[in-house]
T-cell receptor, first 115, second 111 residues
């Protein structure tokens, strides 16, 4: 089944404790991205990747890191999480970048709480 | 900066009714516009994608239209069913920029 898999689904952590949210897709997509969704603010892009070893900042990259060493995986790293990073996070992928009219496929989300 | 607005924020209709969800955007020079559905506890599912050169797209009971000159898109749902209850989001982009999402319309279809 074609899908984008994120783990974990729920995560509670404390300020400053490094964490990684994994994302994997099995559709051979070149384009992958991370979003956060907050009440009243909607979905905002954190980082995106056009292909292996090619990543770039989205609208809200501060406090996050990403890497794209393999085509299928695009982990999101919070090296020193803070309470303002409490949010619902989504990974998404598509064959090409969204400006080329490619449909986005989303993972099920990771609800992160930073205490 | 592109802003995407969806009105109303919530909508409740009886089963069987035809309905229209609205999406407006401030910058008409968009490349494409997508409509998504989000169910509680789940990710977003792309429903329809309209390229800037197109006027509408259809999939089953769903029809999305795009009027770039007025900065508007509509999602028409025919013969609504309780299973259509979800939050519907529209998103658009221009050039090599991130998709800009609206905040969504939460739809409840009452049996």
């Amino acid at each position: 089944e074609a899908q984008v898999t994120q783990n974990p689904r729920y995560l509670i952590t404390v300020t400053g404790k490094k964490l990684t949210v994994t994302c994997s897709q099995n559709m051979n997509h070149e384009y992958m991205s991370w979003y956060r969704q907050d009440p009243g603010l909607g979905l905002r892009q954190i980082y995106y990747s056009m292909n292996v070893e090619v990543t770039d900042k989205g609208d809200v990259p501060e406090g996050y890191k990403v890497s794209r060493k393999e085509k299928r995986n695009f982990p999101l790293i919070l090296e020193s999480p803070s309470p303002n990073q409490t949010s619902l996070y989504f990974c998404a992928s598509s064959f090409g970048p969204t400006f080329r009219a490619e449909k986005l496929f989303f993972g099920s989300g990771t609800q992160l709480s930073v205490l | 900066k592109q802003e995407v607005t969806q009105i109303p924020a919530a909508l409740s209709v009886p089963e069987g009714e035809n309905l229209v969800l609205n999406c407006s955007f401030t910058d008409s020079a968009i490349y494409n516009l997508q409509w998504f559905r989000q169910d509680p506890g789940k990710g977003l599912t792309s429903l329809l994608l309209i390229q800037s050169s197109q006027r509408e797209q259809t999939s089953g009971r769903l029809n999305a239209s795009l009027d770039k000159s007025s900065g508007r898109s509509t999602l028409y749902i025919a013969a609504s069913q309780p299973g259509d209850s979800a939050t519907y989001l529209c998103a658009c982009n221009k050039g090599n920029t991130p998709l800009v999402f609206g905040k969504g319309t939460r739809l409840s279809v009452i049996a």
